[in-house]
């Protein structure tokens, strides 16, 4: 599976941006999704999963009720609404994709198998 990440860029604090992730390789719609990020110094920590079927979500709490995660399988592409930014979520945004994992397992980075390259969120204070 190839996941190729875009739609980073730089935007001031209290705006918004959409990532996208395409997928292409393997049939996309019966992966789980996850979006990770890393910021300067700091450990990759999870932002949000998505089910196959889009119908399960997962978020990060500190970006609960600011960041949407969807996913429109017919374009093998998984999004990250990003709402409100903050400075402090200045990172690389790295989507992810899980062939087995399910539920509370997708909270977990080793249950990922493939990984996109990563596109950059700088937001300006």
């Known amino acids: 599976v190839q996941l190729q990440a875009s739609g980073g860029g730089l935007v001031q604090a209290g705006g918004s941006l959409r990532l996208s992730c395409a997928g292409s390789g393997r049939t996309f719609s019966s992966l789980s999704m996850g979006w990770f990020r890393q910021a300067p110094g700091k450990d990759r920590e999870l932002v949000a999963t998505?089910?196959?079927?889009?119908?399960?979500?997962y978020y990060a709490d500190s970006v609960k009720g600011r960041f949407t995660i969807s996913r429109d399988n017919a374009k093998n592409t998984v999004y990250l609404q990003m709402n409100s930014l903050k400075p402090e979520e200045t990172a690389v945004y790295y989507c992810s994709a899980s062939v087995y994992g399910t539920g509370r397992y997708l909270q977990e980075q080793s249950r990922y198998d493939f990984w996109g390259q990563g596109t950059l969120v700088t937001v300006s204070s």
């Open positions: 998505s089910s196959w079927s889009g119908g399960h979500t």
